[in-house]
């Protein structure tokens, strides 16, 4: 009643109950006019009922809480700065509203504040309580949603009546179930990539900029390839540097490097990224061992896709010499995917980003290196023997 007569613009997100949904949709959607008295869905035990609320669509966000309180609600409203703004002392004031927590009687309902984001996607912050809020308000560590901040793909939205009540829910329950334990967001680093760009000047001369832009085209257009194939990736190497170090490009790169799990190839990528436009470069190693792909993208920017391999301790990438055919092999800790935004996008990066950066630049992956060898540079190299050359004609293919 309350979210509806105030016209407050949200969807239901709480995974128990979508769960239940989900398992049936069908009967849901054919089920228009449920009778209030049969409450299938939303008397499921539980302390929380999670909402999303699209806080770019809200008008009316100060008359709410009176009529909230009136209505015998207890409400706790929490915010904080926006993460973007980090760093810049002039906006540091600027506080935006992360979450809501609602009590009656002995329920509480919360509510998630889904921030629109320039990459088409939703982002939520961390529920963090201040000093002075009352921690036993409600039980907070059972909360779903909000010990991290989180990124979700934007659903379509759908209307059903459950338990007598007309609710939005995602159209694709399923699809928002899957992402929830997956959503994990973290920031770039913009109070550091101020501090970094001050110290070591940004590269903003006419080729710099040309590269940026092109390598960002190449990016979108290498993420929607992979998009479309339903093959998971991360940002690698100099590209994944460059996000963490300076949250954009590092100019004098000159390709995007990009880390896809063995187990996620489909033999179908290259097809793909030849008809997105994208010819094959190289082609190196084989799916069991050592893959690597390397596309022609516009004006000499290359995209390289390196594939890893678990073991119990570390994971690896491959890497092949083709004058010699030596392998080499880059050891890396143990991690795994975090969302970010990276030029207008959301996409992956290692969660464990510092050990995974350390491992492949060393401790002073701070400085900038414009020489680097990619057999003796890294600190993560090793030698991994020579391909037999019976089977050069399969491993060492360029074009």
Not at 106 to 131: D, I, P, Q
Not at 149 to 178: C, M, N, S, Y
């Amino acid at each position: 009643m309350l979210t509806s007569s105030q016209n407050v613009p949200v969807f239901l997100i709480d995974p128990w109950i979508l769960e239940l949904i989900n398992k049936n949709l069908e009967q849901v959607k054919n089920a228009s006019q449920g009778s209030a008295s049969d409450c299938r869905f939303l008397c499921v035990p539980r302390d929380f009922t999670a909402f999303a609320l699209q806080y770019h669509l809200w008008k009316n966000e100060d008359g709410w809480f009176p009529i909230a309180e009136n209505m015998g609600f207890q409400c706790l409203k929490i915010e904080s700065k926006d993460p973007r703004l980090d760093g810049i002392d002039s906006l540091s004031g600027t506080e935006i509203p992360l979450h809501y927590v609602c009590k009656l009687a002995t329920h509480a309902v919360h509510v998630v504040v889904f921030h629109e984001r320039s990459g088409n996607y939703l982002w939520h912050g961390h529920l963090r309580l201040k000093g002075h809020m009352d921690r036993k308000f409600v039980p907070f560590r059972k909360l779903q949603f909000g010990r991290y901040p989180g990124a979700f793909d934007r659903p379509e939205l759908q209307q059903v009546t459950i338990d007598g009540l007309d609710v939005l829910i995602p159209k694709d329950p399923g699809h928002f179930l899957e992402e929830v334990p997956h959503s994990r967001f973290i920031e770039c680093r913009y109070k550091e990539a101020r501090a970094f760009l001050q110290q070591y000047l940004d590269d903003n001369s006419v080729d710099a900029m040309a590269f940026r832009k092109r390598a960002k085209e190449l990016l979108q257009l290498a993420a929607k390839t992979l998009n479309e194939l339903g093959v998971p990736f991360w940002l690698s190497s100099g590209t994944c540097l460059g996000w963490y170090r300076q949250c954009s490009i590092i100019p004098y790169s000159k390709d995007v490097d990009l880390g896809i799990f063995i187990q996620d190839y489909k033999p179908d990528i290259i097809l793909a990224f030849q008809n997105a436009g994208l010819p094959l470069k190289h082609k190196f190693g084989k799916v069991e061992d050592s893959l690597e792909l390397s596309f022609q993208g516009k004006d000499d920017v290359k995209l390289d896709i390196f594939f890893f391999y678990e073991e119990t301790d570390h994971m690896w990438n491959g890497g092949t010499q083709a004058k010699t055919g030596k392998k080499f092999k880059y050891l890396f800790p143990k991690f795994t995917l975090c969302w970010t935004e990276f030029v207008d996008m959301k996409v992956h990066v290692p969660c464990e980003t510092v050990d995974y950066i350390e491992a492949n630049y060393g401790k002073t992956w701070k400085i900038p290196v414009q020489t680097w060898d990619w057999k003796s540079s890294p600190p993560n190299v090793q030698p991994n023997g020579i391909w037999p050359i019976s089977e050069w004609d399969e491993v060492i293919q360029l074009y």
